[in-house]
């Protein structure tokens, strides 16, 4: 599935969303990619970024060997 797909001009709220169904999907990593590429749209929205950070966390990021 192509998540480029329909991501121009989308709200906070939207991308939100969609980081969030790829995260309970558990592409943790697309819903990474998602949070960061609307960040770079929407700098300063707190949620953007904190589901960022929880879906690399959970994907496994901070694991150690």
């Known amino acids: 599935e ?3 797909a329909g991501l121009d001009n989308l709200s906070p709220g939207d991308w939100l969303s969609r980081a969030i ?3 309970r999907r ?3 990593l697309e ?3 998602l949070a960061t ?3 770079a749209e929407h700098p ?6 904190h589901r960022a950070v929880l ?3 959970q994907a496994g990021a901070g694991a150690r060997p």
Not at 44 to 49: A, E, H, R, S, V
């Open 44 to 49: 300063p929205d707190i949620w953007l970024q």
């Open 31 to 33: 819903a990474c990619d």
């Open 21 to 23: 169904d790829s995260a």
């Open 55 to 57: 879906s690399l966390a």
């Open 37 to 39: 590429r609307a960040l």
């Open 2 to 4: 192509n998540i480029s």
């Open 26 to 28: 558990g592409e943790f």
